[in-house]
Nanobody, 129 residues
Framework: QVELAESGGGSVQAGGSLRLSCVAS????????MAWFRQAPGKEREGVAA???????SYADSVKGRFTISRDNAKTTLFLQINSLAPEDTAMYYC???????????????????????WGQGTQVTVSS
């Protein structure tokens, strides 16, 4: 059974940094496209970054230059380093995984939540000004 567990969220002041982690279990981690999404209250879930098993990654324009996605295949862990946090980054952050042929094709550019089947419970990030 595929399980994803996020951690690392918290309350920080604008300009601060956080490192989110997502531990995966129950499957061959390297074979999956992994991604981070976020959802603010009253807004749709937004894809912020995705990474394939070889480490190729891509970012949404809104986070480019501030967010860094990475994965440790040996430890089956996905990371999201978030720098220069701003109040508009306040959201629940989710990690997601999928290994469908469609999602694996152009994995780093996947931003649609429907591209991913497995989801974690989320970790809250709150940024105060």
């Amino acid at each position: 059974q595929v399980e994803l567990a996020e951690s690392g969220g918290g309350s920080v002041q604008a300009g601060g940094s956080l490192r989110l982690s997502c531990v995966a279990s129950g499957y061959v981690y390297r074979n999956y496209c992994m991604a981070w999404f976020r959802q603010a209250p009253g807004k749709e879930r937004e894809g912020v970054a995705a990474i394939d098993g070889d480490g190729s990654s891509s970012y949404a324009d809104s986070v480019k230059g501030r967010f860094t996605i990475s994965r440790d295949n040996a430890k089956t862990t996905l990371f999201l380093q978030i720098n220069s946090l701003a109040p508009e980054d306040t959201a629940m952050y989710y990690c997601a995984a999928d290994r469908s042929r469609r999602t694996l094709r152009a994995c780093p550019h996947r931003r649609d939540p429907t591209d991913f089947y497995y989801w974690g419970q989320g970790t809250q990030v709150t940024v105060s000004s």
